[in-house]
């Protein structure tokens, strides 16, 4: 049970490039989330998704573009990558009765 | 959701348990309190979350007073590997595509 898992786990991009990280989870969870966490601060929602085909902005969306064609598959999309996406990015997944968030392992970017 | 103060850190000896307290003091009734844990570059981990009972599980303890307005995380036999930073977050039921406010947590300790 893999439960869920984000690729890559870490990547180094420069300025201005498209970069696009996965999160994948086995639950069959409705609910998926993306933050990013910058050092020395707590976590940030960019983007939701409540279910296949839906999403939501979150606190801070700017930059960023999601996209959700399969319950199980959550990827985020920096389109033009900037130093200040420079941050440790986590998914995770909520769903059924308790509405427990679970998150991957997260993946360190690297933006040069 | 209600807002939580946990004190900034705390230590532990190896084997003997920690107690983590977090004051929730405009908890609503329908709100439950859940508990989050870092370990250092890692993913937040749930531990556990309750309503108003007392709960255990595999990982913890979680003691609620009786007014709800307090809670105690207790980690029954601390080892190396709970060092980590820990968040005790209050969250209302049905709110499953509401993010996940993490507060500034306790650092937690554990002493060889």
């Known amino acids: 049970d893999a439960g869920i898992t984000q690729s890559p786990r870490y990547k180094i991009t420069e300025t201005g490039r498209q970069v696009t990280l996965m999160c994948h989870q086995t639950?069959?969870?409705?609910?998926m989330f993306w933050y990013r966490q910058d050092l020395g601060h707590g976590l940030r929602l960019i983007y939701y998704?409540?279910?296949?085909?839906?999403?939501d902005k979150g606190e801070v969306p700017d930059g960023y573009v999601v996209s959700r064609s399969k319950t199980e598959n959550f990827p985020l999309t920096l389109e033009s990558a900037t130093r200040s996406q420079t941050s440790v990015y986590f998914c995770?997944?909520?769903?059924?009765?308790?509405?427990?968030?679970?998150f991957g392992p997260g993946t360190r970017l690297l933006v040069l | 959701d209600a807002k939580t103060t946990q004190p900034t850190s705390m230590d532990c000896a190896e084997g003997r348990a920690a107690n983590l307290p977090c004051n929730h003091s405009?908890?609503?009734?329908?709100?439950?309190v859940y508990w989050y844990r870092q370990i250092h570059s890692q993913g937040p981990q749930y531990i556990i979350h309750?309503?108003?009972n007392n709960e255990t599980n595999e990982m913890a303890s979680l003691i609620i007073t009786e007014d709800r307005k307090s809670s105690t995380l207790i980690l029954p036999h601390a080892t190396l590997r709970d060092t980590a930073v820990y968040y005790c977050?209050?969250?209302?039921?049905?709110?499953?595509?509401?993010?996940?406010?993490f507060g500034e947590g306790t650092q937690l300790t554990v002493n060889p």
């Open positions: 995770a997944s909520s769903g059924g009765r308790e509405e427990t968030q679970y």
């Open positions: 639950w069959s969870h409705s609910y």
């Open positions: 998704s409540a279910a296949a085909d839906i999403t």
């Open positions: 405009t908890i609503s009734g329908n709100e439950y």
């Open positions: 309750g309503l108003k």
């Open positions: 977050i209050v969250r209302a039921r049905g709110t499953s595509g509401s993010r996940l406010t």
